[in-house]
């Protein structure tokens, strides 16, 4: 089996280790048997989206994304093609901005994005920093996905569905409860850390919904991944102990109150 993987903007769009992620993919499939191939594309470079079974981006400054912005009114549409017929998209931070409807920076430039989640960003005074936590239901065995946030962008999901519930930390906008979204086999998340690292759970998700397009369902030779999962355990115990000290939650789900309150 065969697993093509095309990272995107790998040389703008890289923070926190973002990158690490395509290298947990790849190893993940080879620890399977697998052949892996990665392209990497960036400015100006032409693109077969339906080439590849998972495409990724990651997160960069505002500059870069304005950057970006403008390639991708070329690149864009390719990549809504590609993701309505079912080719894998991992977005995170900037990489997840750019592909809702719009980013708008505390500058107040406004930098169009692919429309291809149903969710818009603003920039805030504040940025929302911090280890956080995410409830994913679809996931089997109910371990969290844990990792770093860093961002000064406010995402708004318009009718979308998110990627998870927060537990702690604060995922869109620090109000609504949500983190990241999902669109067909396309994800989008505010988490860095490299995501993957302390999520193999996760990483096995997204590598089964890479090979879907091509292969139908796939079942996937479990790893061993005792040691990855006993630092996810930990990472959610560690910090949440912290969190849940610090915030608690409001009586009322109203989602103009935030997800968390301070006492």
Same mark, same amino acid.
């Given at each position: 089996?065969k697993l093509r993987i095309c990272h995107l903007y790998p040389d703008l769009l890289n923070l926190y280790g973002d990158r690490g992620n395509i290298l947990i993919l790849a190893q993940?499939?080879?620890?399977?048997?697998? #052949?892996?191939?990665?392209?990497?594309?960036?400015?100006?470079?032409?693109?077969?989206?339906?080439?590849?079974?998972?495409?990724?981006?990651?997160?960069?400054?505002?500059?870069?994304?304005?950057?970006?912005?403008?390639?991708?009114?070329?690149?864009?549409?390719?990549?809504?093609?590609?993701?309505?017929?079912?080719?894998?998209?991992?977005?995170?931070?900037?990489?997840y901005q750019l592909l809702g409807h719009f980013y708008r920076s505390a500058r107040g430039e406004v930098f169009p994005g692919v429309g291809l989640f149903p969710v818009y960003t603003?920039?805030?005074?504040?940025?929302?920093?911090?280890?956080?936590?995410?409830?994913?239901?679809?996931?089997?065995?109910?371990?969290?996905?844990?990792?770093?946030?860093?961002?000064?962008?406010?995402?708004?999901?318009?009718?979308?569905?998110?990627?998870?519930?927060?537990?702690?930390?604060?995922?869109?906008?620090?109000?609504?409860?949500? #983190?990241?979204?999902?669109?067909?086999?396309?994800?989008?998340?505010?988490?860095?850390?490299?995501?993957?690292?302390?999520?193999?759970?996760?990483?096995?998700?997204?590598?089964?919904?890479?090979?879907?397009?091509?292969?139908?369902?796939?079942?996937? #030779?479990?790893?061993?991944?005792?040691?990855?999962?006993?630092?996810?355990?930990?990472?959610?115990?560690?910090?949440?102990?912290?969190?849940?000290?610090?915030?608690?939650?409001?009586?009322?789900?109203?989602?103009?109150?935030?997800?968390?309150?301070?006492?």
């Amino acid at each position: 089996m065969k697993l093509r993987i095309c990272h995107l903007y790998p040389d703008l769009l890289n923070l926190y280790g973002d990158r690490g992620n395509i290298l947990i993919l790849a190893q993940r499939a080879r620890w399977r048997g697998w #052949e892996v191939e990665v392209d990497y594309r960036s400015l100006g470079e032409r693109i077969d989206p339906f080439a590849y079974d998972l495409i990724f981006l990651g997160g960069g400054p505002d500059q870069e994304q304005g950057v970006v912005s403008e390639d991708l009114k070329i690149k864009g549409p390719l990549l809504l093609e590609a993701a309505e017929a079912g080719v894998a998209i991992l977005s995170i931070c900037g990489g997840y901005q750019l592909l809702g409807h719009f980013y708008r920076s505390a500058r107040g430039e406004v930098f169009p994005g692919v429309g291809l989640f149903p969710v818009y960003t603003e920039a805030g005074a504040k940025r929302l920093r911090g280890n956080i936590a995410v409830e994913l239901g679809f996931l089997p065995g109910g371990a969290p996905v844990v990792g770093f946030e860093n961002h000064s962008g406010r995402t708004y999901l318009e009718g979308g569905e998110p990627l998870g519930r927060v537990l702690y930390g604060y995922g869109n906008n620090g109000l609504d409860g949500t #983190e990241g979204v999902r669109y067909r086999r396309a994800l989008g998340t505010y988490l860095h850390g490299p995501l993957l690292a302390k999520n193999p759970h996760l990483a096995d998700y997204i590598l089964k919904l890479a090979l879907e397009r091509r292969h139908g369902q796939v079942e996937l #030779e479990p790893l061993d991944d005792a040691l990855e999962m006993t630092v996810n355990r930990q990472v959610y115990l560690r910090f949440g102990r912290k969190n849940f000290l610090k915030f608690r939650r409001p009586r009322s789900s109203s989602p103009n109150k935030p997800a968390f309150s301070l006492r």
